[in-house]
């Protein structure tokens, strides 16, 4: 029964979680922009996926609407060169947001492991 005890603690010591507010306690100035940036490029991005399917239906009317060629290829081309500039967008805001946030995430944890080793030789 004692050694079910200890069991027991031991369990409770590993499963306590960190605060929110906590989690960012080692970031500094510079990593809090590049959080900034990177989630507004997240928003950039997800918000690239609901413009492309408008997009899309304007494409399928432009096929629908115009009975004349010229008129059909005119219309399709302004609809693909607006895809083409969104999908630009997207690739940008995504690289942006993967970049930001693996940069701020290295810098902290370098910062950790630093804080670490120092505690680790004081000791």
């Excluded at 507010?21 to 922009?33: E, G, M, P």
């Excluded at 693996?102 to 000791?123: P, V």
Aim: proline share 2%; with cysteine.
């Amino acid at each position: 029964m004692d050694q079910d005890s200890k069991k027991n603690r031991v369990k409770d010591k590993s499963n306590k979680t960190v605060p929110f507010y906590k989690l960012f306690s080692f970031a500094d100035s510079w990593d809090y922009l590049l959080m900034f940036v990177g989630t507004i490029s997240a928003v950039a991005n997800g918000v690239s996926m609901p413009l492309l399917t408008i997009i899309i239906g304007d494409a399928i009317d432009a096929f629908g609407g115009n009975v004349n060629t010229k008129q059909v290829v005119h219309q399709v081309f302004k609809v693909s060169l607006r895809f083409a500039i969104i999908g630009a967008g997207a690739f940008f805001a995504a690289f942006l947001q993967v970049d930001c946030w693996m940069i701020t995430g290295e810098r902290q944890a370098a910062r950790i492991r630093a804080l670490y080793l120092k505690a680790i030789l004081r000791q």
